[in-house]
């Protein structure tokens, strides 16, 4: 297991310390790359130099072992000096749980210690420390790992989990995929071609599909890298920079709408057709969102085969967040890619939340609206969409990354699914890191599947 420790994750970073006004709480963050349609959205950041926060567990990759004591380090300077004392307020406990602890703690001369326990199980035990500094609230989190490769999935796997989704996938690919492309000239450049993807599918009727597609411009046979998006509604724009390097990259647009569009068309799909497009059909194997969403990722596959550029054996999936579940998903269900890379990965282990532990990504079973009077029925249809439950079918190796501060995606739910994954893999891990793509975990995904799609 590759760990960056925070030291050394400081020291890569161009930003020491970012502030996200969100709801009036502000949170110390390290600087990001771009994840614009990757992530939920781009983060915003703003630099300050006035206020140097931040909680850490005594162990420099924040990993124990059951049954031993964690503590954090808070460290509090204003303006580049100690803070003498403050009162702090903080909150202890499995993340996303009720806390088990919680008080205020005195800084003095710049630091304090909080004595945290421990945990009986494998798992992640979240500090949140928050304090007052000249009006402002700001919040800082570390989350202690307790054997994290030891976490077992709750989620259940359906007697017909392969069966369905056979004859799902076959009925899809009944029609002709009638795939055409639209130039971009506009992204293009004197390296590479983009074009507008359109290609079709068959699931309770004809479905379009469409994506971002950059090819090399020099003839040649290339291997092909699919990026499957994170939650949202803007389109990918394109990887134009690993087409450049030679490769043709296909950018996927899961909803079934053009990616050509000025931004006012997506924000009115947002706001209307889009508008919490994860819950929609959630009762129902069928009727569920995503079962046309992963159709139409696995139906890219073929359209990948089809263009004359591609060498015919050589296929990488990447993604973050949702498309890290779409990654590993797709990887599954589709042989003819040959590595995936998940960072953080969205959809893994729903039903942690009913087993007294975080679940995954949208958090349906944290949210009782979503399921009071059918419970057992959607339990049931979210059962043929666990991440958890493709990822025991993998079989190509797979690269992961995630931070251990990540609210959204929460660790316990990717460990689910990550230790249920019997192929090779190899995991980096910013123990920091929360729900955002950071320049070292991009260089070395892109790194290891390039590599191994060109000599291998």
């Given at each position: 297991m590759k760990v960056l420790t925070r030291k050394k994750l400081k020291a890569m970073l161009i930003l020491a310390l970012v502030i996200a006004g969100l709801t009036g709480i502000q949170q110390s963050l390290y600087a990001q790359a771009t994840t614009a349609g990757i992530d939920v959205e781009d983060p915003k950041s703003t630099v300050t130099k006035s206020i140097d926060f931040s909680v850490t567990p005594d162990?420099?990759?924040?990993?124990?072992?059951v049954g031993e004591q964690a503590t954090f380090n808070i460290k509090l300077f204003v303006d580049g000096k100690p803070v003498e004392s403050a009162d702090l307020s903080y909150m202890i406990g499995p993340e996303k749980m009720v806390p088990t602890k919680k008080g205020r703690v005195t800084?003095?001369?710049?630091?304090?210690?909080?004595?945290?326990?421990?945990?009986?199980?494998?798992?992640?035990?979240?500090?949140?420390?928050?304090?007052?500094?000249?009006g402002?609230?700001?919040?800082?989190?570390?989350?202690?790992?307790?054997?994290?490769?030891?976490?077992?999935?709750?989620?259940?796997?359906?007697?017909?989990?392969?069966?369905?989704?056979?004859?799902?996938?076959?009925?899809?690919?009944?029609?002709?995929?009638?795939?055409?492309?639209?130039?971009?000239?506009?992204?293009?450049?004197?390296?590479?071609?983009v074009y507008q993807a359109e290609y079709h599918l068959f699931n309770n009727g004809v479905q379009k599909f469409y994506g971002v597609l950059s090819v090399p411009k020099k003839e040649g046979k290339y291997p092909a890298i699919i990026r499957f998006p994170g939650a949202g509604w803007l389109p990918l724009s394109g990887d134009q920079n690993n087409a450049a390097k030679g490769f043709i990259t296909l950018d996927l647009y899961i909803h079934g709408r053009p990616v050509i569009k000025d931004k006012s068309y997506y924000t009115d799909l947002q706001a209307n057709e889009l508008k919490s497009y994860q819950y929609i059909g959630a009762s129902n194997r069928d009727s569920f969102y995503y079962k046309n969403v992963i159709l139409g990722c696995v139906r890219s596959v073929d359209f990948i085969y089809s263009l004359p550029k591609f060498d015919g054996?050589?296929?990488?999936?990447?993604?973050?967040?949702?498309?890290?579940?779409?990654?590993?998903?797709?990887?599954?269900?589709?042989?003819?890619?040959?590595?995936?890379?998940?960072?953080?990965?969205?959809?893994?282990?729903?039903?942690?939340?009913?087993?007294?532990?975080?679940?995954?990504?949208?958090?349906?079973?944290?949210?009782?609206?979503?399921?009071?009077?059918?419970?057992?029925?959607?339990?049931?249809?979210?059962?043929?969409?666990?991440?958890?439950?493709?990822?025991?079918r993998i079989q190509v190796p797979g690269f992961f990354s995630w931070g251990f501060n990540d609210e959204?995606?929460?660790?316990t739910s990717f460990y689910s699914a990550y230790n249920?994954?019997?192929?090779?893999?190899?995991?980096?891990?910013?123990?920091?890191?929360?729900?955002?793509?950071?320049?070292?975990?991009?260089?070395?995904?892109?790194?290891?599947?390039?590599?191994?799609?060109?000599?291998?």
């Open positions: 162990k420099s990759d924040w990993i124990y072992k800084v003095k001369d710049g630091y304090a210690k909080l004595e945290a326990g421990t945990m009986g199980e494998p798992g992640f035990l979240r500090c949140d420390v928050r304090v007052n500094v000249k402002k609230i700001y919040k800082e989190l570390a989350t202690a790992a307790f054997e994290p490769e030891k976490i077992k999935p709750t989620a259940v796997t359906p007697a017909d989990f392969d069966q369905y989704w056979a004859a799902a996938i076959k009925n899809s690919k009944s029609i002709p995929l009638d795939s055409k492309l639209t130039p971009i000239p506009e992204r293009s450049n004197d390296l590479v071609d054996k050589h296929i990488g999936g990447w993604g973050s967040s949702q498309g890290g579940a779409l990654s590993i998903i797709t990887t599954s269900l589709e042989k003819r890619i040959n590595y995936f890379v998940a960072l953080c990965p969205a959809m893994c282990d729903f039903t942690g939340y009913l087993n007294n532990r975080a679940g995954g990504w949208p958090h349906f079973f944290a949210k009782p609206e979503l399921y009071k009077d059918n419970k057992e029925q959607v339990m049931k249809a979210l059962s043929y969409y666990d991440v958890v439950n493709f990822a025991k959204t995606t929460p660790p249920s994954v019997k192929s090779p893999k190899q995991v980096f891990i910013v123990p920091s890191g929360i729900h955002k793509i950071y320049p070292p975990q991009r260089e070395k995904t892109y790194s290891w599947l390039t590599n191994n799609l060109r000599n291998n």
